[in-house]
């Protein structure tokens, strides 16, 4: 999946760089690599700042109206929790700091990749606080799914499923981040998760129906 930064910047952030050594940039869409075609799997990451909220409207209306395969992600200078829901409500996949570190930014590929939402941190744990008063399972239910996981998958699920970033699991659980994201790639695996929301609605039993 190609990856195409549309930014006002001549030159990528070093950590765009870093992450996507192949990626092209280019200042508006239609500026884009002409090689790129409609049908093709592309991830735009449009780059914004406070004062392009009409531009962002209309390139991400020309994205998704100009390739149906396209997946969208913000880079936002100052991200806010509104901002995050207007544009993930614009059909766009992703939202995050644009200064995120290229670990950070491989693994919000990955996510929206296999059809996940990457929120931030903030967003993500009130969506579930919010999401989870509303809908549930039954306890047998959510007992099946962690019975298919290692005991400490359930420990690094249960953790995530609240919300919590790599680093606070590894806090808790006295373990590298690294092998709490390898947990955490087997558990979606395993459970079939996009992503951390849908792993904490599958998990949430606050509701039984």
């Known amino acids: 999946m190609q990856d195409i930064f549309i930014s006002p910047l001549k030159t990528g952030l070093v950590s765009w760089v870093e992450a996507f050594p192949k990626a092209e940039i280019a200042a508006t869409v239609q500026a884009k690599p002409a090689k790129i075609q409609k049908e093709a799997s592309v991830i735009f990451w449009l780059h914004m700042n406070e004062d392009r909220q009409e531009w962002l409207t209309n390139t991400v209306s020309l994205i998704q109206k100009k390739y149906k395969n396209a997946k969208i992600i913000v880079l936002a200078n100052a991200?806010?929790?509104?901002?995050?829901?207007?544009?993930?409500?614009?059909?766009?996949?992703?939202?995050?700091?644009?200064?995120?570190?290229?670990?950070?930014?491989?693994?919000?590929?990955?996510?929206?990749?296999?059809?996940?939402?990457?929120?931030?941190?903030?967003?993500?744990?009130?969506?579930?606080?919010?999401?989870?008063?509303?809908?549930?399972?039954?306890?047998?239910?959510?007992?099946?799914?962690?019975?298919?996981?290692?005991?400490?998958?359930?420990?690094?699920?249960?953790?995530?499923?609240?919300?919590?970033?790599?680093?606070?699991?590894?806090?808790?659980?006295?373990?590298?981040?690294?092998?709490?994201?390898?947990?955490?790639?087997?558990i979606f695996a395993c459970l079939g998760a996009k992503d951390r929301l849908h792993l904490a609605l599958m998990l949430n039993t606050n509701y039984k129906r």
């Not at 996510?111 to 999401?131: D, T, Y």
């Open 79 to 186: 991200p806010n929790q509104a901002e995050a829901l207007h544009i993930l409500s614009m059909g766009a996949m992703g939202y995050c700091h644009a200064y995120s570190a290229p670990e950070v930014l491989k693994e919000i590929k990955t996510v929206i990749s296999h059809g996940g939402l990457w929120l931030g941190q903030a967003l993500l744990q009130r969506l579930i606080e919010i999401s989870t008063k509303l809908v549930g399972n039954q306890a047998e239910y959510v007992q099946t799914l962690l019975s298919k996981l290692s005991k400490r998958e359930q420990e690094v699920a249960m953790e995530a499923a609240k919300g919590l970033s790599n680093k606070e699991i590894a806090r808790i659980l006295n373990i590298t981040e690294r092998t709490v994201k390898a947990h955490l790639g087997a």
